[in-house]
């Protein structure tokens, strides 16, 4: 069964900087790579990076680039997304997704989600 | 903007078809495939469809997905009312640098 579990809520302040794990469970942690994805309120899907647990390379859409940092722990099979100097317009629930990144780039199945507000 | 674009809402009595329109370019839907997610109300998006026309297993038959040139659609055949969700076409995008690229997302109203 697969099953990917994120950690919970978090409250940040404008300009500080936030990390979410993602626990994977039920398959092969290196066949697979781990995208994330975000959802501001009342929005749609934002496609925020993918990282291969194959070679350690990441991928970032680049409006994010350099904000963002995608990381792995192996040895725990957990994926971490760090996102830094937060603004408002960063509030919204960051999922996990394990990713076929053969060529389909499909995400399947998704984290519970992580609602990230970010407030002064 | 969303880069994919798809109509916004969407409505139908049970029983009836529905299809959902994504509209890309020559860098997304036009040279990789099409994903569709499902997002029932407050809940987490599911996949739907992969590889423009492939459905997961557990996924009922009544959804098929269809890609041409760079338009891809969702049919909904015999709509029923736990079909009401949002519906999210995605593609890898080959332009700077590349990434991953969603539609607006469709509201899909059982009425």
């Known amino acids: 069964h697969v099953q990917l579990v994120q950690s919970g809520a978090e409250m940040a302040k404008p300009g500080a900087s936030v990390k979410v794990s993602c626990k994977t469970s039920g398959y092969n942690f290196i066949t697979y790579g781990i995208s994330w994805v975000r959802q501001a309120p009342g929005h749609g899907l934002e496609w925020m990076g993918w990282?291969?647990?194959?070679?350690?390379?990441?991928k970032y859409p680049h409006r994010l680039q350099d904000r963002v940092t995608l990381t792995i722990d192996a040895s725990t099979t957990t994926g971490y997304m760090e996102l830094r100097n937060l603004t408002s317009g960063d509030t919204a629930v960051y999922y996990c997704?394990?990713?076929?990144?053969?060529?389909?780039?499909?995400?399947?199945?998704w984290g519970q989600g992580t609602l990230v507000t970010v407030s002064s | 903007q969303s880069v994919l674009t798809q109509p916004p809402s969407m409505s139908a009595t049970p029983g009836q078809r529905v299809t959902i329109s994504c509209s890309g370019s020559y860098s997304n839907i036009g040279s990789n495939t099409v994903t569709w997610y499902q997002q029932v109300p407050g809940t987490t998006p599911k996949l739907l469809i992969y590889t423009n026309n492939q459905r997961p297993s557990g996924v009922p038959d009544r959804f098929s997905g269809s890609k041409f040139g760079t338009s891809a659609s969702l049919a909904i055949t015999g709509l029923q009312s736990e079909d009401e969700a949002d519906y999210y076409c995605a593609a890898y995008d080959d332009s700077l640098n590349g990434a991953v690229v969603f539609g607006g997302g469709t509201k899909v109203t059982v009425l």
């Open positions: 990282f291969s647990t194959y070679n350690l390379r990441a």
């Open positions: 997704a394990r990713t076929d990144s053969s060529g389909s780039w499909w995400f399947d199945p």
